[in-house]
């Protein structure tokens, strides 16, 4: 189980995160939506500590992060393992291949031999539907090849818990299809996910929970099929009026 | 005039044709035994140098950034050959007597660290920060993210101007002469003084520190090419 408590975050005078509590249990699906400059990206990025909140509780598994107290960097580079981050920009390694790429983890962080690394890594990359691309370079690769690499990558350290920061939103159309689909294999074979998405329609068949944003704040929480037909909050009524 | 006297009396083209031929040897064996090894040497520990004071200076800590200033601010702003100086003639005034070849080697890498610390500075900020983020985000370390992800990247993008400061090194080692280190330029004073061509000798170790720059420069396309494999 993952969980959020009292989470706050100050970028100077700007207060992004005004006191989230999540809870997301074993195997469930997030979609985190709302504005932007809601925080929703703000918030994945301090359940993996790329963000330090500024103070607040997140647990992991029962592992757990106080901030309210200095958090010694081990412990985070210990917290991180059990995420595993998809970026909106991949942020894949340029000079390294698909497969070194995915292998890399495993490799360095996890000290697995390098074959065992790289069975692992060319299985993950054919689950994405890569198998033929191995041994390309990112940058011979198409956007929506690119982030199934960056899904395998972060496959590869086996975590507890799979964030996307708008996995989907530097995509050419017709690519995001493929990526959606890697997503909702993940979701079927019962991942723990929180997706910040604008993808409406991965919200209103993979999610089991979809959690509105707004100004810092969880707004409203409830299933897709009621938050999307019947919202009971007036500003998530408004968000998804602009949107659909 | 000079070409005239030469070709108008046999006798001298066939003299300076003999010291031409003579002078290589010491010359290479200059080259090879101190201006080479010298310069190897200093880049490889400036290089060294260079990494630590770029990273200090883009720590958060700020006793590093001060020191890194201060230590690169300090390199630049004085004259390597005083530099040179202070270490081999200066030193020995406070009890530190050092061989003149190791005195050379600290001076240059010295020179090197500071002056690359800004090129290896520039090639790491250059990185995208997603770059640490997705290190770190597959749990890597600092120095995991720094080692695996960032300087391969920063390499590349430095290349250019490290060659750069290489070539200008391999031509600095010829101030070690004054340090007393028997290197290429030294052995070509000591040829001439000896015989008076210092038109033809001296023309001859610049030829020679030509041909070595030409080689640097052809290992640099050689590993620009190499490190292409990738576009960014």
Known sequence: MISIKGLYKQFGQLEVLKGIDLEVEKGKVVVVIGPSGSGKTTMLRCLNVLEIPTKGVVSIEGQNLDFSKNVPQKNIASFRRLTGMVFQGYNLFPHKTALENVMEGPMIVKRETKEAARKKASALLKKVGLGDKQDYYPAQLSGGQQQRVGIARALAMEPEVMLFDEPTSALDPELVGDVLKVMKDLAAEGMTMIVVTHEMRFAREAADEVIFMDQGVVVERDKPAEIFTNPKEERTKKFLNMIQ | ?232
């Not at chain 2, 300076?16 to 010491?26: E, R, V, W």
């Not at chain 2, 200066?90 to 530190?96: Q, S, T, V, Y």
């Not at chain 2, 070595?212 to 290992?219: A, E, G, P, R, Y």
């Open chain 2, 1 to 232: 005039m000079y070409l005239n006297s030469i070709f108008a009396d046999p006798e001298r083209t066939a003299r300076l044709i003999d010291i031409a031929k003579t002078s290589l040897q010491p010359l290479l064996e200059g080259a090879i035994m101190n201006t080479i090894p010298l310069t190897i040497i200093s880049f490889i520990i400036g290089l060294i140098l260079a990494v630590l004071t770029a990273l200090a200076r883009i720590s958060q800590v700020k006793f590093f950034q001060i020191v890194a200033r201060v230590y690169v601010s300090a390199i630049r702003g004085t004259p390597l050959l005083v530099q040179l100086f202070i270490i081999f003639y200066g030193l020995p005034n406070i009890g530190i007597t050092l061989d003149p070849f190791i005195s050379a080697v600290i001076g240059f890498s010295l020179s090197v660290g500071a002056y690359a610390s800004e090129v290896i500075r520039a090639a790491i900020l250059s990185i995208p920060k997603g770059q640490w983020e997705a290190g770190y985000s597959i749990g890597m370390t600092y120095t995991q993210a720094l080692k695996r992800i960032i300087l391969p990247q920063a390499a590349k993008v430095s290349l250019p101007p490290l060659s750069n400061t290489f070539i200008s090194l391999v031509k600095d080692t010829s101030l070690a002469s004054l340090v007393l280190v028997t290197e290429m330029f030294r052995r070509a004073q000591e040829i001439a003084s000896t015989n008076y061509e210092f038109l033809l000798v001296y023309t001859e170790a610049a030829l020679l520190y030509w041909v070595i720059c030409f080689f640097l420069s052809v290992i640099q396309g050689f590993l620009e090419k190499r490190l292409d494999r990738y576009a960014s």
